[in-house]
C-alpha cells in the first residue's frame, strides 16, 4: 500500500525506517520530512496543517494510509477532516480524533479527564487572566517548588517549575497576562509538585484494544546532570531499568485501561498512539500529562525495539482488530543521543554542513533538524541528529551511541555526555 507519512522530525525519520521494512509499505511519502528520510522515502514540502493540500496530495497519488506523527494537525482534526470529506473518508489516519486530541491539547482537558476516570494525578488548579488573584492565591496553598503549565501547546516548553513562591507568582502573570507563550497561556494549570522519577509509557490503541509499547525514559534538559534550559529531549533510553513487573502491572490497571475505558465511556473516537507522562513515586506510578502521538526522542528507541510488522498494526487500528495481533518486542536495550545546534533551546544557526553519516557503525543515525543542500546534508532545527544504539543492557547501549557521535562534526555540534547517569 501507499503510504503518507505526516512530520519531519526524528521521530518520524524512526517510523519511516520501520514502516519501509514491512512488505505491505509498497511505497511512502513523508511530508515535509528531512534529509534523513529523503534517502528512504519520497518527501513533499507540504505542512502538515495545510489540510487541503494534503488532500490534494493523498487523491493524487491515491494513498491508502495518513500515519500522523507530530500534535498539531491532530489537535487541528486532520482525522475528523478525512472522516468528513467524502473523498477521504475511506483512507484511514494513525492518530486521534479532534476530540481525543485535546487530552494533549489542552491540560485543563486532560486534568479533568484523569479525575473524572479516577486515574492518579497531581492536585491542580486551572486559571485564567481573569482569576489571577486566585491562581496566585492558590500557590499560596502549596508547597514549594511550583509547577505552571500553560493550557494549550507550547512546543515542549510551557511547563515552569519554580522554588519561590513570588517568583511563582510573577511568572503566572507573566504567562496569563502577559501572554509568555502566547495563545497556549490564555490558560493556566497549577499543580503540586511531585517528587519522583518520570518514564514515559506508550500505547497504540484501535479506541477498544491496546498494546502496550516498550516503556522510556528522556532527558528534557539542556545541561548535564539535568540543568538549565528545557529542550524538545536530549536523549532516550529503553527499557526503563527501574520500571519492574509490579510497577508494570499498577500503570497497565490503574492507568492504561482506565484511559482506554475512559476514552470508550466518554465517547471518543481514538486510534493512534497515547504517550503517557508519568512520575514513579515510591513505586507509585502517577500521570504528569498525556500526549496524542509518539514522544520524540523516544520514539527513536521505543520503535526499533518493536520485532512485529508495524504497518500491519496499524492496519489493525484502522480495522479495530488490534486485539488479534501480537506485540513482539526485541529484548535488547536501546539508547539514543540527541546531537544539537549550539546555542540550542535559544538562538541558533541552521544551514552547518554535516559530516561522518556515513562512517558510523552498529548505530541507526535518526535524522531530527536536516535538510540537503545541493546534496549536502546541513542542520536545519535546534536538534539535529538521534544516534541510537542496542545492546544487551543501556550502559553498553549508550557507550555505542557516544562512540559514533565521536565521528560527526558540524560547527557548534553540542550533546549531552551524561544520559541514563540518574539510573
Request: proline letters at 4%; hydrophobic letters at 40%; glycine letters at 10%.
Amino acid at each position: 500500500m501507499t503510504i503518507l507519512l505526516l512530520g519531519s522530525g526524528g521521530r518520524e525519520h524512526a517510523l519511516a525506517w520501520k514502516m519501509l521494512q514491512s512488505d505491505k509499505c509498497s511505497k511512502l511519502f513523508v511530508a515535509p520530512g528531512n534529509a534523513g528520510t529523503e534517502a528512504i522515502a519520497i518527501n513533499k514540502n507540504i505542512s502538515p496543517t495545510d489540510f487541503e493540500a494534503v488532500k490534494k496530495l493523498v487523491i493524487e497519488e491515491k494513498i491508502e494510509m495518513v500515519v500522523v506523527g507530530p500534535e498539531d494537525p491532530l489537535v487541528a482534526g486532520i482525522f475528523d477532516f478525512f472522516k468528513n470529506d467524502e473523498a477521504l473518508k475511506n483512507v484511514p489516519v494513525i492518530g486521534p480524533s479532534k476530540n481525543g486530541a485535546q487530552l494533549e491539547g489542552s491540560k485543563e482537558f486532560a486534568k479533568e479527564f484523569l479525575v473524572k476516570h479516577n486515574i492518579p494525578t497531581a492536585a491542580y488548579g486551572s486559571f485564567t487572566a481573569a482569576t489571577l488573584e486566585k491562581g496566585q492565591q492558590f500557590l499560596e496553598t502549596l508547597s514549594p517548588p511550583y509547577v505552571l503549565k500553560a493550557d494549550g501547546l507550547a512546543a515542549g516548553k510551557g511547563v515552569l517549575i519554580i522554588q519561590d513562591l513570588e517568583e511563582a507568582k510573577t511568572e503566572l502573570k507573566n504567562m496569563l497576562v502577559d501572554e509568555k507563550f502566547g495563545q497556549a497561556s490564555s490558560k493556566v494549570v497549577i499543580e503540586e509538585f511531585l517528587d519522583g522519577i518520570e518514564l514515559s509509557c506508550f500505547v497504540l490503541t484501535d479506541g477498544k484494544n491496546y498494546k502496550i509499547l516498550p516503556t522510556a525514559k528522556d532527558y528534557k534538559r539542556i545541561g548535564e546532570g539535568d540543568t538549565g534550559l528545557n529542550t524538545g529531549g536530549m536523549g532516550a533510553v529503553s527499557p526503563v531499568p527501574f520500571a519492574d513487573a509490579v510497577l508494570l502491572e499498577k500503570i497497565e490497571s490503574r492507568i492504561v485501561k482506565p484511559t482506554i475505558e475512559g476514552l470508550q465511556k466518554d465517547g471518543i473516537e481514538y486510534k493512534g498512539f497515547v504517550f503517557i507522562g508519568l512520575i514513579n513515586v515510591k513505586n507509585e506510578p502517577i500521570v504528569i500529562e498525556y500526549n496524542v502521538r509518539m514522544g520524540d526522542p523516544e520514539t527513536e528507541v521505543v520503535i526499533p525495539r518493536i520485532k512485529s510488522d508495524l504497518v500491519e498494526l496499524f492496519q489493525a487500528v484502522a480495522a479495530e482488530k488490534l486485539g488479534e495481533k501480537t506485540l513482539e518486542i526485541d529484548e535488547r536495550s536501546a539508547t539514543t543521543i540527541m546531537v544539537v545546534s549550539g546555542g540550542y533551546p535559544e538562538e541558533y544557526e541552521k544551514g552547518k554542513a554535516i559530516s561522518g553519516i556515513e562512517n558510523v557503525q552498529d548505530s541507526i543515525v535518526f535524522h531530527a533538524g536536516t535538510k540537503t543542500d545541493n546534496g549536502q546534508v546541513v542542520s536545519n532545527g535546534g536538534r539535529v541528529l538521534a544516534v541510537t544504539s542496542y545492546g544487551t543492557n543501556f550502559q553498553e547501549a549508550i557507550a555505542q551511541s557516544y562512540k559514533n557521535i565521536e565521528k560527526l562534526k558540524f560547527d557548534k555540534m553540542y550533546f549531552r555526555k551524561d544520559i541514563g547517569f540518574d539510573l
